[in-house]
């Protein structure tokens, strides 16, 4: 450490004492690469602040002494969003101990939790008070409360209940300057001007540290059903997904696309996973309906509109959850693809969207693109179809050349980017910018949406201060 880092640090440690900041090399090592090991980063110190007083202390320092800021929280993101850079003069601020739910309001259907709450445990706080919070997420038992916000982050029940934006009443942040913006307000009607708290959502942490948010809950889940449909082609997918939404009132809470690639995957490299259909199909759809009342007939309205569409060659086959631990066994296949790509080897992920009405559409023509120009690469597009976004991620097929294959990134990139946007779709549907897609931002954003952008980093962060390279670089 230089002697101008050791005092910066002397002085964070005077702010926050002694135990809340972490400088040795091991103890900061987990703070300083991403989960997916894209980045390594380095950093003055970690600081683990344990009131919204000592973030603002902090940021005010920060600001005084031109120090860059990257909130951290628990590092699930997939684009490097929470790594400080190499230069080794950036400040890592972990929120993990500001980690209180701070009440709880049943008759307003709302609950205040601070930015390190675990997402799991936001959920099990409102069950317990017979209310549900409804993002859910493969990394919900370890992601926070504070990067969901700040990555806008999206999951499984997006189709139902909205990403994460459309779950907040309120926030409380922390500026750059350390001033704090007090704007925890459980209201649900508030029509006062511009909405200023709405910026720091998806900013990732950019603008300002998000320290506290209001969430917006709903009533408990007390019924669901459950089924894996097979499905000829997308196309059959997504009329399917009408149908269920059409019988059920509405009811349909998640929609997943799955392709055959994916349960092959799953039941080859992810322990107690197994097909539940006896033989292959080329897509399957996992769809799940979810009531509060706990005798809705959701098990009868989903088998009848399956048994239709199965006679209208609509569906093939389809297994229905006949437990809990049925059910379970269907979100362990879906939830476990990430997982089992990662231990099939090499990949290349891109979380894109397009209008529902036109996923077929673009699924096999960006699929004729991968066969033709990627011959060794192994398609596995999935994800949540309900929102029109699909992981379209590409592994190195067997006997591939790692090297050769991850080598063709970034033409494989442009080419998959290049036709969403022709399909008016989006680049990162729910996985954020970060660091790793500054660039495609710049290109695929329009000018005078990039300018304004811009103008409201420079008003909120006027030294540069916030999550230096982040969404946008360096001006
Ligand atoms: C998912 O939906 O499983 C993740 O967002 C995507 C991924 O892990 O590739
Ligand atoms: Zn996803």
Redo the contacts with the bound molecule.
Sequence with gaps: MTADAAGFSAQVRELLGADAVLTAAADCAPFLTDHRRLYQGAALAVALPRSVAQVSQLLALCHAQRVGVVPHGGNTG?CGGATADESGRQLVLSLQRLNRIRSLDAANYSLIAEAGCVLAQVQRAADEADRCFPLS??SEGSCQIGGNLSTNA???SVLRYGMMRDLVLGLEVVLADGRVLPALSGLRKDNTGYDVRSLFLGAEGTLGVITAASLRLFPKIRARATALAAVPEVRAAVELLARLRDASSDRVSSF?LIPRIGIELTTRHIAGVSDPLDRPYPWYALCELAASRAADPLDALLEEALGSALTEGVVLDAAVARSERERAALWKL??S???A?RLHGAGL?H?VSVPVAALAEFVTRASQWVSTNVPDGLLIA???AGDG?L?F?LSAAPGAQRERFLAREEPVRRAIHDLVSEFGGSFSA??GIGRLKVGELERYTSPVELALMRAVKRAFDPHGIMNPGKVLRDQ
Excluded: A
Aim: charged share 30%; hydrophobic share 15%.
């Design positions: 997939y997420l493969g999206g999951g499984l997943e879906r939830e693809i990430p997982e790509q992920k979380d999935y994800g949540h976004n992981h991620n729910e996985h």
